[in-house]
């Protein structure tokens, strides 16, 4: 913490309850929705033309609210500057790495906790729309980095970075976007992207460049979502394989030396 007060907006209490906000204006409108398609077998929840703007107007409220307590410019709020794109093939092999690990934990989380149906029901309809595969594209590998690092390593961040020595402010930005997604099953792996993608946000100082590591690693968990049956045969991909725990933790760790090399450290511990 730098100082013996959190002076800046926002401080993690702050930023908790902004995310609290943000649930709750949805849940409002989608609470209701949902029980009545329950009650009448209708689809209203998952209709675009009502969903989209529900999104984007709680999204931009949110972000309205906190860009206006925060006190800070803009740029330096949202931080959208360019960043190195050798970065990108970094991230690729980072979340490539990582993947397996998270797939592994999340098989034996669900031997302990298997996730209910309704879960699963609405896990799979993330990956499909009226649009086939390009509507989960849409909602998985683009709109959903942008609106989540905008907030989370943007407006939270600007907030945390200027209240919390570095590491502090990673891990909890973190915390608050794996509790973001409000189920167990998503924890590990929201918590362990979001301390990979609050490392570079540190490091280049570019919202830009977390909103590409975010929607590398998507992509990664929609390939491997959408070929499942396919990659599953794959001896590379075989799940308790000590080869692999090798081969992948060796990816994981270039993976996060080449970020290092490709990035400029902005904010010193």
């Known amino acids: 913490m730098k100082g013996s007060d959190l002076k800046y907006y926002p401080s993690f209490w702050q930023a908790a309850n902004l995310?609290?906000?943000?649930?709750?204006?949805?849940?409002m409108i989608d609470l209701p929705l949902a029980i009545y398609d329950y009650n009448h077998g209708t689809d209203w929840l998952y209709q675009p033309w009502l969903k989209v703007p529900i999104f984007l107007g709680s999204t931009l409220f949110i972000l309205y609210l906190g860009f206006r307590f925060s006190g800070?410019?803009?740029?330096?709020?949202?931080s959208l500057k360019?960043?190195?794109?050798?970065?990108?093939?970094?991230?690729?092999?980072?979340?490539?790495?990582?993947?397996?690990?998270?797939?592994?934990?999340?098989?034996?989380?669900?031997?302990?906790?298997?996730?209910?149906g309704w879960f699963m029901e609405l896990?799979?309809?993330?990956?499909?729309?009226?649009l086939g595969i390009w509507g989960g594209i849409l909602r998985i590998v683009i709109i959903a980095p942008i609106v989540e690092e905008v907030i989370f390593r943007g407006l939270i961040m600007s907030g945390f970075s200027r209240n919390y020595r570095p590491a502090v402010a990673i891990i909890l930005s973190a915390l608050l976007?794996?509790?973001?997604?409000?189920?167990?099953?998503?924890f590990a792996a929201a918590?362990?992207?979001?301390?990979?993608?609050?490392?570079?946000?540190?490091?280049?100082?570019?919202?830009?460049?977390?909103?590409?590591?975010?929607?590398?690693?998507?992509?990664?968990?929609?390939?491997?979502?959408?070929?499942?049956?396919?990659?599953?045969?794959l001896a590379i991909m075989k799940s308790g394989e000590p080869t692999n725990y090798f081969l992948y933790l060796i990816l994981f760790v270039i993976g996060l030396l080449l970020i290092a090399a490709s990035s400029k450290k902005l904010i010193q511990d």
């Open 191 to 233: 918590f362990s992207l979001g301390i990979v993608l609050g490392w570079i946000r540190i490091r280049t100082g570019s919202v830009l460049a977390c909103i590409a590591g975010h929607a590398t690693h998507n992509a990664l968990v929609f390939l491997s979502a959408y070929y499942y049956k396919d990659l599953k045969e």
């Open 72 to 78: 800070l410019p803009f740029s330096q709020t949202f």
């Open 177 to 186: 976007f794996a509790l973001f997604h409000l189920n167990p099953w998503q």
């Open 123 to 130: 896990f799979n309809r993330l990956f499909t729309s009226d």
């Open 19 to 27: 995310i609290v906000i943000y649930i709750f204006i949805q849940t």
């Open 82 to 116: 360019k960043f190195n794109w050798l970065l990108l093939p970094s991230m690729l092999i980072t979340f490539g790495g990582l993947q397996y690990f998270l797939n592994e934990a999340n098989i034996h989380f669900e031997h302990v906790l298997p996730p209910p």
